[in-house]
């Protein structure tokens, strides 16, 4: 039981209290002015497009390991491509054409919550991923390894969170949205941290990994739809990137 206990202990240290704490500043951010949350918006982007170079690179490591690899990370990329869109495109048809300026408005705030919704799952499978890599440390005995990791997850998966609350920084919301939203992208990493500890596969994590940054790609280009400021949207992507950057520097430390 203690050999299950610690790899679930070790996924909700790296991964979901992280994403908890940094979903928690939303009440603060609908009482920005609308040039920061549109900033905020950008600064999620950044994230998105760097987590998307970093599992597909991961993906594409894992994939040289074995034959059917390649196919693994095309049928993954494809998959995390496919599956946002055919929601996306399913929850739209169904939203009916808007009658008044305050329909106009609610249909926007369905679109940017499902967009934050896509995004969580995007760092779910991205999550996974390093939950696999967690647990196989810790089932190899490199407990310095997992403590480094532990700390440098964490630090990335706060960030992550403050990314999910970009899209709906202006979206009312009732409590169980963010715990949802918090759940979806955290709780895959205390899966992967189990599944890592007891029987580690580098396919699996082909698999996860390329679905994830095909999901991750989608999003990233919703959200630069959404933005409405160039100036902004440069300056926050940057700054997305390098705090990910950053913050990953401690995990080759």
Known sequence: MADIANPILI???AGLIPVYLGLLPIPLFRRLPPHWRSLLLSFSTGILLFLFADVTGEAVGLAKMSPVGPLLFVTGLTLGLIGPA???HHRRGSVVAPASPGSSALAGSDSKLLTAYMMALGIGLHNFGE?????????A???ALTTALVVGFAL?????????????SDTPMRLRQPLAMGFIAGFPTVIGSV????AYSELLGVLFFSAAGGALLFVAVELLRLSTSPRSMFAGIALGILLMYFTGLLLSV
Do not use: D, K, R
């Not at 939950?131 to 089932?139: E, M, Q």
């Not at 706060?158 to 709906?168: D, K, M, R, S, Y």
């Not at 599944?195 to 007891?198: A, C, E, Q, T």
């Open 11 to 13: 996924g909700l240290l």
């Open 86 to 88: 055919l929601i996306f």
């Open 156 to 168: 990335h998966n706060g960030t992550e969170g403050l990314g999910i609350a970009g899209p709906v």
């Open 195 to 198: 599944i890592g500890s007891l």
């Open 131 to 139: 939950g696999l890599a967690l647990g196989a440390a810790y089932g």
């Open 141 to 143: 005995g490199q407990f």
